[in-house]
T-cell receptor
Framework: KAGVTQTPRYLIKTRGQQVTLSCSPI?????VSWYQQTPGQGLQFLFE???????NKGNFPGRFSGRQFSNSRSEMNVSTLELGDSALYLC????????????FGPGTRLTVT | QQQVKQSPQSLIVQKGGISIINCAYE??????FPWYQQFPGKGPALLIA?????SEKKEGRFTISFNKSAKQFSLHIMDSQPGDSATYFC???????????FGGGTRLMVKP
């Protein structure tokens, strides 16, 4: 069974631009969560989607948004990029019957210049 | 506010030794405590996890010890190997859904 896939793997953007990252969960998984990983702040929860509904949201500004499609694939969007948004963005999926076990993708490395 | 504190930040262990990483939490609503292992350039991989109604869980060379009254839990890696060299994160879940709060991470180096 294929793991969590994220595209693109690397991205370079300029301040003020917006970016969309994509995540395809493991087949059969309906919960998708997003995390931001930086050297200074570590791993921080962004939001979680289950059955196309946002179930939880972390403490991030409204520039960070996401959505989930009927096939459980998810996207996150960051508008008006700032230098501090440079990070590894990780997506994790879990099976609705075993919500404890979250499996992470390889991440998208976003660099904002 | 950091709700899960992890120590040490870095750890050097000789091959065959025991690696011990500790975490402490504040929120008594946390109900699930996983450990993740992350290699450079990769996403975190679920290693082992425990619920607070259990004091210890062992899977192969990896053991979680859990002290509910002290609000602490730890990861023990027995017979540490160079291939175990990675960054380890403890985490805790306490809300409905799957929001994980992570510790700051421990960079483990196992010397051959």
């Amino acid at each position: 069974k294929a793991g969590v896939t994220q595209t693109p793997r690397y991205l370079i953007k300029t301040r003020g631009q917006q970016v969309t990252l994509s995540c395809s969960p493991i087949s059969g998984h309906r919960s998708v969560s997003w995390y931001q990983q930086t050297p200074g702040q570590g791993l921080q929860f962004l939001f979680e989607y289950f059955s196309e509904t946002q179930r939880n949201k972390g403490n991030f500004p409204g520039r960070f948004s996401g959505r989930q499609f009927s096939n459980s694939r998810s996207e996150m969007n960051v508008s008006t990029l700032e230098l501090g948004d440079s990070a590894l963005y990780l997506c994790a999926s879990s099976f609705h019957g075993k919500v404890d076990e979250q499996y992470f993708g390889p991440g998208t490395r976003l660099t904002v210049t | 506010q950091q709700q899960v504190k992890q120590s040490p930040q870095s750890l050097i262990v000789q091959k065959g030794g025991i690696s011990i990483i500790n975490c402490a939490y504040e929120n008594t609503a946390f109900d699930y405590f996983p450990w993740y292992q992350q290699f450079p350039g990769k996403g975190p991989a679920l290693l082992i996890a425990i619920r607070p109604d259990v004091s210890e869980k062992k899977e192969g060379r990896f053991t979680i010890s859990f002290n509910k009254s002290a609000k602490q839990f730890s990861l023990h890696i027995m017979d540490s190997q160079p291939g175990d060299s990675a960054t380890y994160f403890c985490a805790a879940r306490g809300m409905a859904g799957n929001m994980l709060t992570f510790g700051g991470g421990t960079r483990l180096m196992v010397k051959p």
